[in-house]
């Protein structure tokens, strides 16, 4: 059965993850206050993803099977990412020195090693979004796993103290792919629970929508009016608390999961189709926006001797090009490449 209403987050939430990365496209001098208030908004976006991912793998959990899971995997979600990773894998080896700005992971390594690395990690380079993919792969091993959940549902008890664990532990570098699949854990689990409880959180949903929307406006609003920090709490490893006991982005983005679920399916009749085309392309964006963000930076920096300096009107018009950039380009890649398409550019 195919919900328009989710296919619709997803389109939804792989904006989001654009408009946030193109806030850190961005220096904050000329405008800070509004680029903290932008983090503070967007940054941890990614939940968003991963709880889309979850809901999607329990409600197709009915037609599992996992070699033919993983086949899928591997042919529209790996094979792309290898593809997609090696020009910025070749020239972050070839033209800078990866080992200078991650000491502490590839010092003293070969140009080989750093290529694994990178390609194994999805970190390193410029196309940092990417690492996502090493992250949900480790998701698509463990599908086993995430099947007893489907099987026995009283399983989702464990979301509670999984999410109690993520929030204190805080966001990892995401390098460390395994700590940071620790991390997420609890978004892609929730994702499965909604979907579990479908029939009956839809009415919910659409009762309730509105009040999560404006808690989570709270959330944001107590972030950038009492926080010294902005954006996500990065740490150096788990539980090292840089900024305090609470990673206060981890549940504010899990309350946008549900809020934004719900409007979508409240608007699923006035939305219809229209962001059909944006969420089927929703990994191919994930996969490349970051190469027009950074040939953006690079341009600007050749051109005018500086950083590009955010302001909103300016992150807003980066957002939307990189957005519409990036589905044109897709749209002429699947006229050109057919069903090819799908093995080089995941759509």
Same mark, same amino acid.
């Given at each position: 059965?195919?919900?328009?209403? @989710?296919?619709?987050?997803?389109?939804?939430?792989?904006?989001?993850?654009?408009?946030?990365?193109?806030?850190?496209?961005?220096? *904050?001098?000329?405008?800070? *206050?509004?680029?903290?208030?932008?983090?503070?908004? %967007?940054?941890?976006?990614?939940?968003?993803?991963?709880?889309?991912?979850?809901?999607?793998?329990?409600?197709?959990?009915?037609?599992?099977?996992?070699?033919?899971?993983?086949?899928?995997?591997?042919?529209?979600?790996?094979?792309?990412?290898?593809?997609?990773?090696?020009?910025?894998?070749?020239?972050?080896?070839?033209?800078?020195?990866?080992?200078?700005?991650?000491?502490?992971?590839?010092?003293?390594?070969?140009?080989?090693?750093?290529?694994?690395?990178?390609?194994?990690?999805?970190?390193?380079?410029?196309?940092?979004?990417?690492?996502?993919?090493?992250?949900?792969?480790?998701?698509?091993?463990?599908?086993?796993?995430?099947?007893?959940?489907?099987?026995?549902?009283?399983?989702?008890? !464990?979301?509670?103290?999984?999410? @109690?664990?993520?929030?204190?532990?805080?966001?990892?570098?995401?390098?460390?792919?395994?700590?940071?699949?620790?991390?997420?854990?609890?978004?892609?689990?929730?994702?499965?629970?909604?979907?579990?409880?479908?029939?009956?959180?839809?009415?919910?949903?659409?009762?309730?929508?509105?009040?999560?929307?404006?808690?989570?406006?709270?959330?944001?609003?107590?972030?950038?009016?009492?926080?010294?920090?902005?954006?996500?709490?990065?740490?150096?490893?788990?539980?090292?608390?840089?900024?305090?006991?609470?990673?206060?982005?981890?549940?504010?983005?899990?309350?946008?999961?549900?809020?934004?679920?719900? %409007?979508?399916?409240?608007?699923?009749?006035?939305?219809?189709? *229209?962001?059909?085309?944006?969420?089927?392309?929703?990994?191919?964006?994930?996969?490349?926006?970051?190469? !027009?963000?950074?040939?953006?930076?690079?341009?600007?920096?050749?051109?005018?001797?500086? %950083?590009?300096?955010?302001?909103?009107?300016?992150?807003?018009?980066?957002?939307?090009?990189?957005?519409?950039?990036?589905?044109?380009?897709?749209?002429?890649?699947?006229?050109?490449?057919? *069903?090819?398409?799908?093995? %080089?550019?995941?759509?």
């Amino acid at each position: 059965m195919f919900l328009r209403y @989710v296919h619709s987050f997803r389109a939804v939430a792989i904006v989001i993850i654009v408009a946030g990365h193109a806030v850190i496209t961005l220096g *904050r001098e000329d405008d800070p *206050r509004t680029m903290d208030f932008l983090l503070d908004l %967007l940054d941890n976006g990614t939940i968003l993803f991963v709880f889309i991912a979850g809901f999607l793998f329990e409600h197709l959990s009915r037609k599992y099977a996992y070699p033919d899971y993983l086949r899928k995997k591997l042919t529209n979600v790996i094979v792309p990412y290898v593809l997609v990773s090696i020009p910025a894998v070749a020239y972050t080896v070839l033209f800078t020195d990866p080992a200078a700005a991650l000491p502490q992971y590839l010092g003293g390594t070969s140009p080989a090693y750093q290529v694994v690395w990178m390609l194994l990690t999805g970190g390193g380079t410029f196309n940092y979004a990417v690492w996502f993919v090493p992250m949900i792969a480790l998701f698509y091993l463990a599908a086993p796993g995430f099947m007893q959940f489907v099987k026995h549902p009283r399983l989702y008890w !464990l979301i509670v103290p999984l999410l @109690v664990l993520s929030t204190l532990a805080h966001r990892p570098p995401e390098v460390i792919t395994p700590a940071i699949a620790l991390y997420f854990l609890p978004a892609y689990l929730l994702g499965m629970w909604a979907s579990h409880l479908r029939e009956r959180l839809e009415p919910l949903l659409l009762r309730s929508w509105p009040w999560l929307m404006a808690v989570f406006g709270i959330a944001v609003l107590a972030r950038f009016l009492l926080s010294d920090h902005h954006g996500n709490d990065y740490v150096d490893h788990l539980f090292s608390q840089e900024f305090g006991p609470i990673d206060w982005m981890f549940p504010q983005k899990v309350l946008l999961c549900f809020a934004l679920l719900g %409007l979508m399916l409240r608007l699923d009749s006035v939305i219809g189709d *229209r962001l059909n085309f944006l969420a089927d392309i929703s990994f191919t964006i994930f996969f490349v926006h970051c190469y !027009l963000l950074f040939a953006f930076q690079v341009g600007y920096t050749h051109l005018t001797g500086e %950083l590009p300096q955010g302001n909103l009107a300016l992150w807003l018009a980066l957002t939307v090009a990189t957005v519409a950039l990036t589905a044109l380009g897709t749209a002429v890649a699947k006229r050109l490449l057919g *069903r090819r398409s799908r093995y %080089l550019i995941g759509s």
